[in-house]
């Protein structure tokens, strides 16, 4: 099991450059999120998934799309990239929150600073 | 809007103290609150999850208290090692709404 991976690692943008990150998980799990963390800041939810083919809102959505085209995997796209998105990026996955044990797993992180 | 605080932000303790790290929510109507640990440049590790109609959970030397009423959870942690140094952060879920906190930065000093 590899659990939740991200691609890629590190990637440094310019400002309006476009570009998406993959996650991608093994579990079976049925929920995905993305969320970016900032120095001395928590995690904040950018968008989430509870199924294949859904997506919604979170805390702090804009600039941001996101697909599920696939049940393993979640898409996150930034279309004109800003020097505010710089940021690192995590995406977890838990179960079922209907299960009534919604622990989420995280990726390793994408580092993105955009120029 | 949930808020959630941890304090301290750092803390720093000699190997073998116990240690209590706290963290609070403005809204009680959470589902769950979990907590997690975070090494330097790594991603999050799942370390203990509260369901709301739950008091407490423990996993080895950590215990993890919850009290919706006052809004606020304890992540006790005995007989601290070296290896416990992270940062430690708790979130709170809203009807998968999830905020988190900031975040302590636990040193344990050999």
């Known amino acids: 099991n590899a659990g939740v991976t991200q691609t890629p690692k590190f990637r440094v943008l310019k400002t309006g450059q476009s570009m998406t990150l993959l996650c991608a998980q093994d579990?079976?799990?049925?929920?995905m999120y993305w969320y970016r963390q900032d120095p001395g800041m928590g995690l904040r939810l950018i968008h989430y998934?509870?199924?294949?083919?859904?997506?919604a809102k979170g805390e702090v959505p804009d600039g941001y799309n996101v697909s599920r085209l696939k049940k393993q995997n979640f898409l996150l796209g930034l279309e004109s990239a800003a020097p505010s998105q710089t940021s690192v990026y995590f995406c977890?996955?838990?179960?079922?929150?209907?299960?009534?044990?919604?622990?989420?797993?995280f990726g390793p992180g994408t580092r993105l600073t955009v120029l | 809007k949930q808020e959630v605080t941890q304090i301290p932000a750092a803390l720093s303790v000699p190997e073998g103290e116990n240690l209590v790290l706290n963290c609070s929510f403005t809204?009680?109507?959470?589902?769950?609150l979990q907590w997690f640990r975070q090494d330097p440049g790594k991603g999050l590790t799942s370390l203990l999850l509260?369901?709301?109609?739950?008091r407490e959970q423990t996993s080895g030397r950590l215990n993890a208290s919850l009290d919706k009423s006052s809004g606020r959870s304890t992540l006790y942690i005995a007989a601290s090692q070296p290896g416990d140094s992270a940062t430690y952060l708790c979130?709170?879920?809203?009807?998968?709404?999830?905020?988190f906190g900031a975040g302590t930065r636990l040193t344990v000093k050999p």
């Open positions: 977890a996955s838990s179960y079922s929150w209907l299960a009534g044990n919604n622990e989420q797993f």
């Open positions: 579990m079976n799990h049925e929920y």
């Open positions: 998934s509870v199924g294949e083919g859904t997506t």
């Open positions: 809204d009680s109507a959470i589902y769950n």
């Open positions: 509260i369901q709301s109609s739950q």
């Open positions: 979130a709170v879920d809203n009807n998968n709404d999830m905020r």
